[in-house]
C-alpha cells in the first residue's frame, strides 16, 4: 500500500506547518511570537455564540441538507444582495466547511486532467495545491510590489489558453493584503469578456477588512456580463473570527452549486448544524462590529509597515486589506548571520528569524514569490511592536 498519484502531487500547507511549530515551541517554554497564523486574534462576537448555544440546547443536532440549511442560504442571500448587490436564490448558494472546502469542491468538481487554472502570485498556498490534486495545471502569472501585487489585465490576456478553465481572483489577498478597485476589476473584466470559456473564482473572504476608505467591489457586481460564470466565495472565518467554526459559502450558477453538492455528499456531507446556526446569527446580526475591527487592525498595519521598513535591507508595501504584510527582502540575499550561515533563499531568512530572534513568519516561497515574507499582524500591538523590534536587530546582526 503507498499513497495516491493524485496526493503525492501536493504538500501539507506552509502555513499551518508554522502554525504547529510555533505551538509546538510555546508548550516547550520558548517566548516565541508567532506572526504565521491567517487568523485574527479577536473572539468570536457574544451574539454569535449565544446563536449557537441555543441551536444545541433547541436539539439543532442532527443532520441538515448538504449544503446549507435553509435559513442558512437564505441569511446568505440577503448578504449578497446587502453588500454586493448580487441577487442569487438559494439553489445558486453552497455552504461548505470553510472556505478552503469551497475551492476543494469546485476545482474538484470541474476541472480535468490538462485543464488549466490561472493563479497570480503571490497566491494563498493552497490553490495551486487544490488544482494539481484535481489533475490540472496551476498557470501562475507574477504580480510582484512594482504592480502592488496585482494582475495586470495584459498579463491575464497572455496567460489565457483554449486550456484556461478558472481564473482565481483574491481581494483583498492572502498573503499580501492588496485590495483590487472597482477600476481594476472591470479592466479584467473586459479581458474575460473577450474569452466566454474562462470562469472566475472570487475569493473575497477579507471583504470586511479594509482600511483607507478603501471601497470593496467583487467582479460579478461591476462586471455583469460575467455573473453566469463567476463563483463569488466567501465565509464567516475572517470577518466574524469564527475560523474554527469552519463555514465558508459561495454563490454562482445553479448547475455548479449541484455538483458542488454532489460532491459534498460523498465527501463531509453537511456543514456541522451548530455552526450553520451561528453563521445565521453573523450574517443576520448587528454588522457595526466589523468597522471597529477594521480600525484596530489598520493601527496595527501601520505600526508594522513602519517599523519594518525601518528594519536594514526589508521594504514592505502598505497593504489596502485583510492582515498581512507581505515585505521584500532581497536586501537580506547573501548576507550570513552571526552563526556564519548564508541567508540564500526567504526560507533561510525566516528559519534564522525563528531561531535567533524567536519571531514565527511564513517564507514568500510558499506563496510563489521570492524573495519576501508574509507577516500576519493578527495580534496585540503590544507583541506586533515587540517582534519588529527583534526583526529590527536580526536584520542589523547580520554581515
Same mark, same amino acid.
Given at each position: 500500500?503507498? /499513497?495516491?498519484?493524485?496526493?503525492?502531487?501536493?504538500?501539507?500547507?506552509?502555513?499551518?506547518?508554522?502554525?504547529?511549530?510555533?505551538?509546538?515551541?510555546?508548550?516547550? #517554554?520558548?517566548?516565541?511570537?508567532?506572526?504565521?497564523?491567517?487568523?485574527?486574534?479577536?473572539?468570536?462576537?457574544?451574539?454569535?455564540?449565544?446563536?449557537?448555544?441555543?441551536?444545541?440546547?433547541?436539539?439543532?443536532?442532527?443532520?441538515?441538507?448538504?449544503?446549507?440549511?435553509?435559513?442558512?442560504?437564505?441569511?446568505?442571500?440577503?448578504?449578497?444582495?446587502?453588500?454586493?448587490? *448580487?441577487?442569487?436564490?438559494?439553489?445558486?448558494?453552497?455552504?461548505?466547511?470553510?472556505?478552503?472546502?469551497?475551492?476543494?469542491?469546485?476545482?474538484?468538481?470541474?476541472?480535468?486532467?490538462?485543464?488549466?487554472?490561472?493563479?497570480?502570485?503571490?497566491?494563498?498556498?493552497?490553490?495551486?495545491?487544490?488544482?494539481?490534486?484535481?489533475?490540472?495545471?496551476?498557470?501562475?502569472?507574477?504580480?510582484?510590489?512594482?504592480?502592488?501585487?496585482?494582475?495586470?489585465?495584459?498579463?491575464?490576456?497572455?496567460? =489565457?489558453?483554449?486550456?484556461?478553465?478558472?481564473?482565481?481572483?483574491?481581494?483583498?489577498?492572502?498573503?499580501?493584503?492588496?485590495?483590487?478597485?472597482?477600476?481594476?476589476?472591470?479592466?479584467?473584466?473586459?479581458?474575460?469578456?473577450?474569452? /466566454?470559456?474562462?470562469?472566475?473564482?472570487?475569493?473575497?473572504?477579507?471583504?470586511?477588512?479594509?482600511?483607507?476608505?478603501?471601497?470593496?467591489?467583487?467582479?460579478?457586481?461591476?462586471?455583469?456580463?460575467?455573473?453566469?460564470?463567476?463563483?463569488?466565495?466567501?465565509?464567516?472565518?475572517?470577518?466574524?473570527?469564527?475560523?474554527?467554526?469552519?463555514?465558508?459559502?459561495?454563490?454562482?450558477?445553479?448547475?455548479?452549486?449541484?455538483?458542488?453538492?454532489?460532491?459534498?455528499?460523498?465527501?463531509?456531507?453537511?456543514?456541522?448544524?451548530?455552526?450553520?446556526?451561528?453563521?445565521?446569527?453573523?450574517?443576520?446580526?448587528?454588522?457595526?462590529?466589523?468597522?471597529?475591527?477594521?480600525?484596530?487592525?489598520?493601527?496595527?498595519?501601520?505600526?508594522?509597515?513602519?517599523? *519594518?521598513?525601518?528594519?536594514?535591507?526589508?521594504?514592505?508595501?502598505?497593504?489596502?486589506?485583510?492582515?498581512?504584510?507581505?515585505?521584500?527582502?532581497?536586501?537580506? =540575499?547573501?548576507?550570513?548571520?552571526?552563526?556564519?550561515?548564508?541567508?540564500?533563499?526567504?526560507?533561510?531568512?525566516?528559519?534564522?528569524?525563528?531561531?535567533?530572534?524567536?519571531?514565527?513568519?511564513?517564507? #514568500?516561497?510558499?506563496?510563489?514569490?521570492?524573495?519576501?515574507?508574509?507577516?500576519?499582524?493578527?495580534?496585540?500591538?503590544?507583541?506586533?511592536?515587540?517582534?519588529?523590534?527583534?526583526?529590527?536587530?536580526?536584520?542589523?546582526? *547580520?554581515?
Amino acid at each position: 500500500m503507498h /499513497p495516491s498519484a493524485a496526493l503525492a502531487r501536493i504538500k501539507p500547507s506552509p502555513t499551518l506547518a508554522i502554525t504547529s511549530r510555533v505551538l509546538e515551541l510555546k508548550r516547550a #517554554g520558548v517566548d516565541v511570537i508567532g506572526l504565521g497564523a491567517g487568523e485574527p486574534d479577536f473572539d468570536t462576537p457574544d451574539f454569535v455564540k449565544e446563536a449557537a448555544i441555543k441551536a444545541i440546547r433547541d436539539g439543532q443536532t442532527k443532520y441538515t441538507n448538504v449544503d446549507g440549511t435553509p435559513e442558512l442560504k437564505a441569511a446568505i442571500v440577503a448578504k449578497f444582495a446587502r453588500d454586493n448587490e *448580487l441577487h442569487y436564490t438559494p439553489d445558486q448558494v453552497t455552504v461548505n466547511v470553510g472556505g478552503k472546502h469551497t475551492l476543494f469542491n469546485a476545482i474538484v468538481a470541474t476541472v480535468d486532467v490538462g485543464d488549466e487554472v490561472i493563479v497570480p502570485a503571490p497566491y494563498w498556498v493552497s490553490y495551486p495545491d487544490v488544482v494539481l490534486f484535481a489533475g490540472g495545471t496551476p498557470v501562475f502569472v507574477a504580480a510582484g510590489p512594482d504592480q502592488g501585487y496585482k494582475l495586470r489585465p495584459e498579463q491575464l490576456e497572455a496567460a =489565457i489558453t483554449p486550456r484556461t478553465k478558472w481564473v482565481i481572483l483574491n481581494s483583498p489577498s492572502n498573503p499580501t493584503g492588496a485590495a483590487y478597485s472597482k477600476a481594476e476589476l472591470i479592466a479584467l473584466g473586459e479581458v474575460l469578456e473577450r474569452h /466566454p470559456h474562462v470562469w472566475i473564482f472570487a475569493d473575497d473572504m477579507y471583504e470586511h477588512i479594509l482600511y483607507d476608505d478603501f471601497e470593496f467591489a467583487t467582479i460579478a457586481q461591476v462586471c455583469p456580463s460575467l455573473y453566469e460564470r463567476t463563483l463569488t466565495v466567501n465565509g464567516c472565518s475572517k470577518a466574524y473570527a469564527m475560523t474554527g467554526w469552519r463555514i465558508g459559502y459561495a454563490g454562482g450558477a445553479s448547475w455548479l452549486i449541484k455538483a458542488i453538492s454532489k460532491l459534498q455528499s460523498q465527501s463531509t456531507s453537511n456543514p456541522c448544524s451548530i455552526a450553520q446556526a451561528a453563521a445565521v446569527a453573523a450574517l443576520n446580526g448587528d454588522q457595526s462590529f466589523l468597522k471597529e475591527r477594521a480600525a484596530a487592525f489598520q493601527s496595527r498595519r501601520d505600526l508594522v509597515v513602519s517599523m *519594518l521598513n525601518q528594519a536594514s535591507g526589508i521594504t514592505c508595501p502598505r497593504p489596502d486589506g485583510a492582515f498581512y504584510v507581505y515585505p521584500e527582502i532581497s536586501g537580506l =540575499i547573501g548576507k550570513t548571520t552571526p552563526t556564519g550561515k548564508l541567508i540564500d533563499t526567504d526560507e533561510a531568512f525566516v528559519a534564522y528569524l525563528l531561531d535567533d530572534a524567536k519571531v514565527a513568519a511564513v517564507q #514568500g516561497a510558499a506563496f510563489g514569490l521570492s524573495p519576501a515574507m508574509r507577516i500576519s499582524y493578527a495580534t496585540s500591538e503590544a507583541l506586533l511592536r515587540e517582534a519588529c523590534e527583534r526583526i529590527q536587530t536580526a536584520c542589523a546582526n *547580520l554581515s
